[in-house]
C-alpha cells in the first residue's frame, strides 16, 4: 500500500520562527511536491524536485525553500515565518515515467503562524 | 484569468440523481487531465483519468472537450458517499507538474 506521510498534522508557531515541514514516501518515487491549500484558491505548488538534490520552483515559492538530501524525504523550510504561511500544506510524489502521474498526497500539515 | 477553473458550488444532489459539472482550461497545449477527490479534511486522491475519447468508471463518466477546453465530470445514481470537493486537475505539455483548479463540491443528500 503506497504511503506518504508528514511529519506533523497540526502544527503553531510564532512569526519569525524557522519551521521545517518534514515529508516521507515509501514507493520509490522519484518526484516530490509541496502544495498549500486554502479556502477559494485550491492547491497552489510551492516547490517540486525530479530527484535527489534537485529542485524547481512551483507557481509561489517566495518565502520557501526546500531540501532533498535523500530519495525517500522532502522537506520544507520557512525560513522566516509569517502570518500569511498560515495554511493546509500538502505533500504528493509520483513515479518519473511522464506518462503515468497520479499523485499521492500526504494527510497534510495544518500550520498555523500566530 | 485562472489556468483551471470551477464552480465551487456547493451542488445539493438528491440521493439516486444525476449530477455533472464541468472545468475550464486556459492552455491549449495541456496535455493530461484528471479528477481528484478530496474528502472533508482529508488529502486529494486520484478519481479516474481523462482521455479523449470520453471514459467511464462504475458510475462516473468523464469527457474531454479540447476545442472548447473543458473537462466534465457526470456522477449517476449519487450515492451519500459521493458526498466530496471534485478537483479537476491539469497537467501543461512538459514534466510531471500538474496545476488544480479550486474545486467543485458535491453534497449528496437522503
Known amino acids: 500500500d503506497v504511503k506518504v506521510t508528514q511529519s506533523s498534522r497540526y502544527l503553531v508557531k510564532r512569526t519569525g520562527e524557522k519551521v521545517f515541514l518534514e515529508c516521507v514516501q515509501d514507493?520509490?518515487?522519484?518526484?516530490m511536491f509541496w502544495y498549500r491549500q486554502d479556502p477559494g484558491l485550491g492547491l497552489r505548488l510551492i516547490y517540486f524536485s525530479y530527484d535527489v538534490k534537485m529542485k524547481e520552483k512551483g507557481d509561489i515559492p517566495e518565502g520557501y525553500s526546500v531540501s532533498r538530501e535523500k530519495k525517500e524525504r522532502f522537506s520544507l523550510i520557512l525560513e522566516s515565518a509569517s502570518t500569511n504561511q498560515t495554511s493546509m500544506y500538502l505533500c504528493?510524489?509520483?513515479?518519473?515515467?511522464?506518462?503515468?502521474?497520479?499523485?499521492?498526497f500526504g494527510p497534510g500539515t495544518r500550520l498555523t503562524v500566530l | 484569468r485562472k489556468e483551471v477553473e470551477q464552480d465551487p458550488g456547493p451542488f445539493n444532489v438528491p440521493e439516486g440523481a444525476t449530477v455533472a459539472f464541468n472545468c475550464t482550461y486556459s492552455?491549449?497545449?495541456?496535455?493530461?487531465f484528471f479528477w481528484y477527490r478530496q474528502d472533508c479534511r482529508k488529502e486529494p486522491k486520484l478519481l479516474m483519468s481523462v482521455y479523449s475519447s470520453g471514459n467511464e468508471d462504475g458510475r462516473f463518466t468523464a469527457q474531454l472537450n479540447r476545442a472548447s477546453q473543458y473537462i466534465s465530470l457526470l456522477i449517476r445514481d449519487s450515492k451519500l458517499s459521493d458526498s466530496a470537493t471534485y478537483l479537476c486537475?491539469?497537467?501543461?505539455?512538459?514534466?510531471?507538474?500538474?496545476?488544480f483548479g479550486g474545486g467543485t463540491r458535491v453534497l449528496v443528500k437522503p
Open positions: 514507493m520509490d518515487h522519484e518526484n
Open positions: 504528493a510524489s509520483s513515479r518519473g515515467d511522464r506518462s503515468y502521474n497520479e499523485q499521492f
Open positions: 492552455n491549449s497545449a495541456s496535455q493530461s
Open positions: 486537475v491539469v497537467r501543461q505539455a512538459a514534466g510531471n507538474k500538474l496545476t
